[in-house]
């Protein structure tokens, strides 16, 4: 069997509706578009947290943020973690990987490198964390300099909330790609397949698009939907969604949701669709170069995100210990043409744990035998019928994630996630949450207190109890019967 080339393309921060091909018809991404129509399109893609670093842990392993011990931001992944690049180094794969990674701290005030790194198996690393020049490694900076640029990205005079950023042509979006192209084009001529994650940082805040990519969406700006937030519905929520409410992160006055106008609002959700729209520029020179170099019927595309964005829904706006469908449901799309069957899209539940050991299926490789994901690989090659379930419910945490608030320790949770029902469990004593999404999609009325929902809620506490259960660590195996 000749092993495929796999390039997977990770955004940061992007949440499931940002594309044409999910029903966005503001954005501009035609090239994902028809990355979807030749692929394979998973419409309830769950992460399985919704901060960075744990989420990439989780599927960079295949295994659960508790399990790789890597559960917050500021936290380093330990040593002993297989990530999948390194069991396909360990299979003849050449490994390379552009942009950010984020698997162990990574903060200016700590990190005088660029972040430490295990023995990850790649062979060729173009780090860059974020845009901003904070480390004198970051190749995207050293990359400006070397055009006779400086990064300079100044806010907006019609609105305090988003920045002007580089140029396309200098965006670290771009150079991201140019580095997975310079990658895979050279890599055409080896006799090795290869494998190349493009970490791009976009759409993460700062909101900060090229100007000609916002702008040609000011002339329609008031027609931008506004936020999903319905006054008073975080009367019977966790305090930390009010608390965010005032300030992300707990951080009061840094993009306030209850100070902004609706212009504000349109403006920031604007410009967050403006850099998917650069994004999907990017995607389509890499998948361009493929086919260029001839590469594309071999290789595996995978586009995806870590995690959402609330983006000003319910309240408030970025990231933290919160499960609303805008923070943990993420695009994900796979295609192979030739190989894998495309135009299909599924509503089944998957995890993004799933997507290591589908790609060791994939190459044909034995599965490692610490991984916790589910192949998709059966369901993707044909081998299982397109309306088997895949998941009967899918699962995600927050452990210590969100330390910024009044509670030194943080926000502590879990969730558990069906076709029609969301429970959220705080370990901590506060408001839990629990959302009937057949009757309420957007995720406005909390029923966990409401008996008519005990029948319900009892059946997700056993679930979310046995996918608790579910991360204990597989390793080490067992070796015999006593």
């Not at 040593?79 to 180094?89: F, H, P, V």
């Not at 805008?326 to 899209?345: D, E, F, K, N």
């Not at 705080?426 to 959302?435: A, I, N, S, V």
Request: glycine letters at 8%; a negative charge; proline letters at 6%.
């Amino acid at each position: 069997m000749t092993k495929p080339n796999i390039l997977w393309i990770c955004t940061d921060q992007q949440r499931w509706d940002t594309l044409g091909s999910y029903g966005n018809e503001w954005v501009h991404t035609p090239n994902i578009d028809r990355l979807a129509r030749g692929g394979v399109q998973f419409d309830q893609a769950i992460c399985q947290s919704p901060v960075c670093t744990p989420s990439r842990s989780s599927f960079l392993t295949g295994r659960y943020p508790r399990t790789t011990r890597c559960r917050a931001n500021g936290q380093s992944i330990p040593g002993d973690e297989k990530l999948i690049s390194r069991l396909l180094a360990d299979e003849g794969y050449t490994c390379g990987l552009s942009g950010k990674l984020h698997l162990s701290v990574c903060h200016p005030d700590i990190t005088t490198g660029s972040e430490r790194r295990i023995d990850d198996g790649f062979h060729q690393f173009f780090w860059s964390h974020h845009p901003m020049p904070e480390w004198s490694t970051n190749e995207y900076i050293q990359w400006l300099k070397l055009k006779g640029k400086t990064y300079h990205t100044p806010n907006r005079e019609d609105c305090k909330y988003v920045q002007t950023g580089m140029p396309a042509e200098d965006h670290q979006t771009t150079w991201c790609a140019e580095k997975a192209i310079q990658f895979f084009e050279t890599a055409a001529s080896s006799t090795h397949p290869w494998f190349f994650i493009c970490n791009m940082f976009d759409p993460h805040h700062p909101f900060d698009p090229p100007k000609n990519y916002i702008d040609r969406y000011l002339d329609r700006l008031d027609e931008i939907p506004l936020p999903n937030y319905v006054d008073g519905e975080l009367e019977n929520k966790p305090v930390y969604q009010r608390i965010d409410r005032d300030g992300a992160y707990g951080m009061k006055g840094y993009l306030p949701a209850s100070q902004m106008t609706d212009r504000d609002h349109r403006m920031l959700r604007a410009a967050y669709w403006a850099m998917v729209d650069l994004i999907d520029e990017q995607v389509g020179r890499m998948l361009d170069a493929l086919e260029r170099s001839g590469q594309l019927e071999n290789t595996i595309v995978i586009f995806m995100s870590d995690h959402g964005e609330t983006l000003g829904d319910h309240g408030f706006y970025l990231k933290g210990s919160h499960f609303y469908e805008c923070s943990v449901r993420v695009p994900l799309i796979v295609s192979w043409p030739g190989t894998i069957q495309g135009g299909r899209r599924t509503n089944t539940l998957v995890e993004l744990t799933d997507l290591a050991p589908t790609l060791l299926d994939a190459a044909g490789i034995d599965l490692y035998e610490g991984m916790q994901g589910q192949s998709l690989w059966p369901y993707l090659s044909g081998q299982i019928p397109e309306d088997t379930v895949h998941r009967e419910d899918v699962y995600c945490e927050a452990y210590n994630a969100s330390s910024v608030y009044e509670d030194p320790n943080g926000t502590w949770a879990t969730m558990v996630r069906t076709q029609t029902h969301k429970l959220v469990r705080y370990h901590k004593g506060e408001t839990c949450e629990l959302y009937d999404l057949a009757q309420d999609p957007n995720e406005t009325r909390n029923v966990y207190n409401d008996p008519e929902y005990l029948e319900i809620k009892l059946e997700l506490l056993e679930r979310l109890c046995d996918r608790m259960a579910g991360t204990v660590d597989p390793l080490p195996t067992r070796e015999a019967r006593w």
